[in-house]
């Protein structure tokens, strides 16, 4: 089944689920930028903050669901400040404690400060009031498939998917702490078709948290596709521990941010042959090395195969187009990559890239 058909419309979990937003929505204010994007044309909502600040990384989420919001609302600027690194800033403006969360009204560097809850809905509830607009918190698609009685079993059971399934209960204050995170280890993995990041309301489907012997929440549970008895997940409640933990299990190569890592298409079984291709003297050694390389990439299967298809032709390009073909070629890539572009063609030019580092002759 694919995850876009699935049903996301839990509504006891949409009381509490925290979507991801994109961070560059709010904008990043310093000591150099903060007067002229701050009591000029338009108000301004701005959190002052600290990296390490533990009630500012529970803010984040919230605060960039607000950002995205409002990204489109011309008289109103959604901003941040890192008072460990902008320290004079923060004092010019009395902060103290973090979060610090304070108004600018339009042509005003004299601000008013927050005093509501901390979160998207209560803080653009503010904003409408103080900036005279009318914009309403979003919440964009999800990427975690939810799961349901009607359709459990056809989804975790799946011999051909790896399934990280979260039992949760939407009264859980756990949960609700672990659903942001949640959310950004669904977005980071979800290009990869054998990958599902699920979850099940375990209070409302009672039967099946019993099935699996879930007890408390969040209960986390791994089903591999040569496993559907489902594994216990024991680890690290951080996206990076989730992350790696996906990465080790389904062999995969995704970063928190769902982008590809340096190790993505690198096939060890053709290293050595490549070494070997790179460093030939001569155009009668190069051929022989490249007709090993070919009858090694076509013992390949599975993904690996056509990894080793991507090595047989940047050899061959090598042949043709001289030496410095690789060294040019990835700083082609690393062009367009720095582009927008969507998450294929950035997976795509990503595998070429690592697979033509390899053939560099100073690697």
């Known amino acids: 089944m694919s995850r876009s058909r699935i049903s996301f419309g839990v509504a006891a979990f949409a009381l509490f689920l925290i979507a991801s937003a994109s961070a560059e929505d709010v904008v990043v204010l310093t000591d150099n930028n ?69 108004w600018f009204p339009k042509g005003s560097l004299e601000p008013k400060k927050y005093e509501g809850a901390r979160n998207a809905e209560a803080l653009a509830e503010f904003v ?78 009672k039967d099946l948290a019993e099935r699996y012997g879930v007890s408390g929440y969040p209960t986390l549970k791994f089903f591999p596709k040569n496993n559907k008895a489902g594994e216990d997940y024991d680890g690290g409640r951080d996206l990076d521990e989730f992350v790696t933990f996906i990465n080790e299990k389904c062999g995969t190569y995704r970063d928190e941010k769902g982008q590809l890592t340096s190790e993505a298409g690198i096939v060890k079984e053709l290293d050595s042959l490549v070494k070997e ?21 076509g013992k390949l299967t599975g993904s690996a195969a056509r990894y080793g298809q991507m090595y047989m032709k940047v050899a061959k390009s090598c042949q043709e187009k001289g030496s410095d073909y690789a060294k040019n070629e990835i700083q082609r890539l690393e062009r367009m ?20 580092s390899t053939f560099v002759q100073d690697q």
């Open 34 to 102: 903060f007067e002229k994007e701050v009591g000029q044309d338009r108000g301004a909502l701005v959190e002052f903050y600290a990296p390490w600040c533990g009630h500012c990384k529970k803010l984040a989420p919230e605060y960039e669901k607000l950002g995205s919001s409002f990204k489109r609302a011309k008289s109103v600027l959604i901003g941040k400040v890192d008072c460990d690194e902008h320290k004079s800033l923060c004092s010019k403006y009395d902060v103290s404690g973090y979060p610090t969360i304070k």
């Open 128 to 205: 409408n009031k103080e900036g005279g607009t009318n914009v309403r918190i979003v919440a964009p698609p999800s990427n975690v498939v939810v799961l349901t009685s009607d359709n459990f079993d056809e989804v975790v059971l799946d011999e051909k998917k790896d399934i990280l399934v979260e039992f949760y209960a939407p009264w859980c204050g756990h949960c609700k702490n672990l659903a942001p995170t949640y959310e950004k280890l669904a977005a980071a993995f979800k290009t990869e078709e054998d990958v599902v990041i699920a979850n099940l309301d375990a209070d409302k489907h």
């Open 337 to 356: 990559l720095a582009k927008s572009i969507s998450s294929t063609k950035a997976d795509e030019f990503t595998l070429k890239k690592n697979i033509l």
């Open 277 to 297: 291709y790179v460093s030939a003297s001569s155009s009668e050694e190069k051929e022989s090395i490249y007709k090993r390389l070919e009858a090694e990439a």
